[in-house]
């Protein structure tokens, strides 16, 4: 992208130089990188479509992974401590809470893995309501999931815990995600 520049440019300066005044130069010059200038935001447009503008306020999204080894108790936060994606700043990896900025209808997601050869419960909550459950069976390493699509009021919280009343149960680090957005 910067040789196109470059090439541009010095194409562009070059061919105002001859018998003219200085102004007229300058002014030829002036027109000629404004045009340059112009063909490299197109040029980066094509490319990169809309990648390269803002993302407006309004969209939510994100993505977390649990890093440790966690040991549950009963109903215990699953704090996703990794962000990996966080568009609105609508998940707070140090309580493990999702909180909706907005009225509207989301999508979360939650994988995992069990790890201790026992098996694993989750749940999904809605303001500690269960809206999703996830078991990954007993074994060695075997993973679970669950969904949701829900409709959401502004100040809701959505968090992933550990399911009541089952005693201890480990979750593996590393290989649990959890994730949503607003649609």
Partial sequence: MTYIFVSIVFISIASVTGGEDCCRKIGKAKAALSEAISTLQ???????????STIPSSKIAFH????PHVTLGSTQTVIFD???????????????H?????????????????????????QMVQNSIEI??????????????M???????????VKVRHYPS???????????YFMGYLL
Avoid: R
């Fill in 42 to 52: 197109n040029t980066k447009k094509e490319f990169l479509g809309e990648t390269g």
């Fill in 64 to 67: 977390a992974q649990l890093t």
């Fill in 82 to 96: 990794h962000v990996i994606t966080n568009i609105g700043k609508a998940y707070n990896q140090h309580t493990g």
């Fill in 98 to 122: 999702f909180t909706a900025p907005f009225n509207g209808i989301y999508f979360f997601a939650c994988t995992f893995l069990q790890t201790g050869g026992s098996y694993l419960h989750l």
């Fill in 132 to 145: 999703s459950k996830g078991h990954a069976s007993s074994g060695d390493a075997v993973a679970g999931s």
């Fill in 147 to 157: 969904n949701a699509v829900i409709y959401l009021h502004k100040g809701d919280v």
């Fill in 166 to 176: 089952l005693g201890t149960q480990t979750i593996h680090g590393d290989w649990s």
